[in-house]
Structure formats: C-alpha cells, structure tokens
C-alpha cells in the first residue's frame, strides 16, 4: 500500500512540463536582475541602498547557476559565479559591520 502511495506522488512530480520550468526560471531571473538594477540606481543616490543591491545581485547570480546546473558544458561557469555570489555576500556582511560599528 506503502509503495501505491509513492509511485502516485513520484508520478505526480513527473507531470510538470520541464520547459514551463526553464521558462519560469528565466523569468524570475529576469526579474531579480530587473529589481537589481532599480536597487543600484537607488545606491548610487543614497549609500543606504549599498547592501541592498549587492545582495540582490548575489541572488541573481545565484539564479544564473541555477538557471545553468544541469549544463554540463557551463559547469566551470557556474562554480564561478556561485563562488563569486557568496564572496558578494561575505564583502556585504564585513561592510554592514563596519558601517554599524
């Protein structure tokens, strides 16, 4: 009965359309890039925005490796920028602590 149960939530999880998926990760890449660019704007009128901005561009470059994970061909490319996205994010923690202190 056990197993019944496990190949009906296994298939249900098979039905998406893998397509819909990718086109559903560009666009909400698309749109933390967008909210990226209006949060840099903001930081180059007012410092306050700073942190801000290099978070979200943290997170699109997160959205970009995840965008090409299964790539083998971009493997290098993504290990690059998941590297680069957590060093953004570090250089942004050491920035809001020295701007509290």
Do not use: H
């Amino acid at each position: 009965m056990k197993q019944k149960n496990n190949v009906k939530k296994e298939s249900k999880y098979k039905e998406f359309d893998l397509n819909k998926l990718r086109k559903v990760e560009l666009i909400i890449a698309v749109c933390i890039g967008i909210i990226f660019l209006v949060l840099l704007g903001f930081a180059t009128t007012n410092i306050v925005f700073i942190p801000a901005a290099m978070i979200s561009f943290a997170l699109f470059l997160f959205c970009i490796c995840y965008y090409y994970l299964e790539d083998e061909s971009k493997k290098t490319m993504v290990y690059v920028l998941f590297g680069l996205g957590v060093l953004l994010i570090v250089i942004e923690v050491i920035y809001t602590l020295v701007k509290i202190y």
